[in-house]
């Protein structure tokens, strides 16, 4: 069964400062990949997905992510975070194009001033 | 496009009736839409897919007999909490997935539908 590893519950970080939130997932062959933003009460917007190709993708708002299949991993940068970037982040990971997505626990992202 | 629309978008009720939460896409044809649910302050997780005109596939753990779902047409799915319960209080997300733009692996989401039971 797939599963995805979000190490980081909470995160703070500087506004301005860069950002990478980590990502691990587990699946036997090649993955969908999937960050998705939420804010608080809201539903999900995808920020970013890596179907296959270049390994490093880049997403809305400033954010891109790279996977890297020797570590399984498909973490998300930004070099300059904004107040507006709080939020919860979560991984998510498919392995086929009818399956549900298996998301991580979300990582909370927390934007000092 | 690819605009994925839940009704309501919050809804209160009262333990041991039912509520029925409506998903629509749109813009586009889901041939797949899933269900999540969510609680608080914590991570998505997957109920069941339902594809049009059959029966739905539930998780494991999931009651199918207290969460109905059907899916009657290309563009609307719908999941019933039967007989409701303060525990099923949370956060129903719907997802479909379509041929917009031929990403048939991109999950297009509703902004959630919060229940609350009293």
């Known amino acids: 069964a797939q599963s995805v590893t979000q190490p980081d519950i909470h995160i703070t970080v500087s506004e301005g400062a860069s950002l990478e939130l980590r990502c691990n997932y587990s699946?036997?062959?090649?993955?969908?990949l999937f960050w998705y933003v939420q804010s608080p009460g809201q539903g999900l917007q995808l920020l970013l997905k890596?179907?296959?190709?270049?390994?490093l993708v880049q997403g809305i708002k400033g954010f891109e992510a790279e996977f890297k299949r020797s570590q399984s991993s498909f973490n998300l940068r930004k070099p300059s975070v904004h107040w507006s970037d709080a939020a919860e982040y979560f991984c998510?990971?498919?392995?086929?194009?009818?399956?549900?997505?298996?998301f991580g626990k979300g990582t909370h992202l927390i934007i000092q001033p | 496009g690819a605009v994925v629309s839940q009704h309501p978008s919050r809804v209160i009720c009262k333990s041991g009736t039912s509520v029925k939460i409506e998903c629509r896409s749109l813009?586009?044809?889901?041939?797949?839409m899933f269900w999540y649910r969510q609680f608080p302050k914590q991570s998505l997780m997957l109920m069941a897919t339902s594809n049009e005109g059959s029966k739905a596939t539930y998780e494991q753990g999931v009651e199918k007999d207290k969460f109905l779902i059907n899916h009657a047409s290309l563009t609307l799915s719908t999941l019933t909490v039967t007989s409701a319960h303060p525990e099923d209080s949370s956060f129903y997300i719907c997802?479909?997935?379509?041929?917009?733009?031929?990403?048939?692996?991109?999950?297009?989401f509703g902004p959630g539908t919060r229940l609350t039971v009293t």
């Open positions: 813009d586009f044809q889901a041939t797949t």
């Open positions: 998510a990971v498919v392995g086929g194009g009818a399956d549900g997505l298996t």
């Open positions: 699946y036997g062959a090649t993955p969908y």
């Open positions: 997802s479909a997935i379509g041929l917009a733009g031929g990403l048939s692996y991109e999950q297009y």
């Open positions: 890596y179907f296959s190709g270049d390994t």
